[in-house]
């Protein structure tokens, strides 16, 4: 079971329909269905968060891992409302996946582009400064 499978429960647990889940975690409806209905892509931080904020009884290491029990045995916040240091981690480690697969996919776009004006520099084309030299030039 993957993450959008996960999601899916949710939405059974809570009765709702996938506009209706969207509302109640304030995300628009077609971002909910392009992860979980024709999952074309996975969930975000942000939209993580949302769902983990939204719905105090769910277990977030379940949402982002799949271990344990979907439902909580305690509730995510203890204290004074201060988050569970557990929740806290994956929270963080959640955010720093993100931030590096954003870096990946700047690396990628930088490594795929064409070099433009640059292009003798990095060897991709044959510089245009030096003129190519004809058989008559080399019988001096």
Do not use: Y
Not at 33 to 58: C, E, H, S, Y
Not at 83 to 98: Q, V
Not at 102 to 119: H, V, Y
């Amino acid at each position: 079971m993957d993450i959008c499978d996960r999601i899916n429960e949710i939405i059974k647990h809570e009765n709702l329909n996938i506009a209706s889940f969207a509302r109640k975690i304030g995300i628009g409806d077609q971002t909910v269905r392009g992860v979980v209905a024709m999952r074309r892509n996975k969930p975000g931080f942000d939209f993580i968060m949302k769902i983990v904020q939204t719905f105090d009884w769910l277990n977030a290491h379940w949402l982002i891992t799949g271990e344990g029990d979907m439902i909580c045995e305690n509730l995510l916040t203890i204290g004074g409302g201060k988050e569970d240091p557990s929740i806290e981690a994956l929270l963080t480690l959640i955010r720093e996946k993100d931030e590096r697969i954003e870096q990946l996919i700047r690396e990628n776009a930088a490594l795929t582009a064409p070099c433009g004006p640059s292009a003798s520099a990095c060897g991709c084309a044959p510089s245009e400064s030096a003129p190519a030299s004809s058989p008559a030039d080399t019988h001096a």
